[in-house]
């Protein structure tokens, strides 16, 4: 009878031990999962701010087309030059990056299933944001409103997702 005691006690002690490595293990896939979300909308925001950048630069070849009489093309041929098919280039393969990582954070664990939606809203905003870096629209006084407004919105989505992240 002792041994089945014991036997039982050590089950139930052995049991416990697995069940609690087993909840610290899922807390730290959890709590990694977190911080890769973080990541992802830090980098988000770093790429929307380059594109928010990319926009100003646009303002100025609108300037120099005025000024000298040419079409946005043209102007940004003489101001921009191949940078501009350079930057085009690392938007497309950042924007590319950044979509492989948000594969990687799907199907997001309940505890970060808020946090997971709000990084959706501020990835789609980037978008749209890198859409118009890449592509500027016509007429300048619309596309500078349009890319101030998707930025000050991005900015405050983001906000909100690392204020649920606890950042």
């Given at each position: ?34 911080m ?66 948000l ?65």
């Amino acid at each position: 009878m002792d041994r089945s005691i014991f036997t039982i006690g050590g089950t139930l002690l052995l049991s416990v031990l697995c069940l609690s490595v087993s909840c610290q293990n899922r807390t730290n896939k959890e709590e990694l999962y977190g911080m890769r979300v973080g990541d992802l909308s830090d980098v988000i925001l770093t790429q929307s701010s380059a594109c928010l950048n990319q926009s100003k630069a646009y303002t100025a070849v609108w300037e120099y087309a005025k000024v000298k009489g040419e079409d946005f093309d043209s102007a940004a041929r003489h101001i921009l030059g191949p940078a501009r098919a350079e930057a085009k280039e690392r938007f497309i393969q950042n924007k590319m990056k950044i979509d492989d990582f948000l594969q990687k954070v799907e199907g997001p664990p309940e505890k970060y299933k808020s946090s997971y939606e709000k990084l959706l809203e501020t990835y789609g905003l980037y978008v749209k944001l890198h859409d118009l870096a890449l592509k500027p629209s016509a007429p300048q006084e619309e596309y500078e409103a349009s890319v101030y407004k998707l930025y000050d919105k991005l900015l405050k989505e983001a906000g909100e997702l690392h204020t649920l992240l606890g950042k």
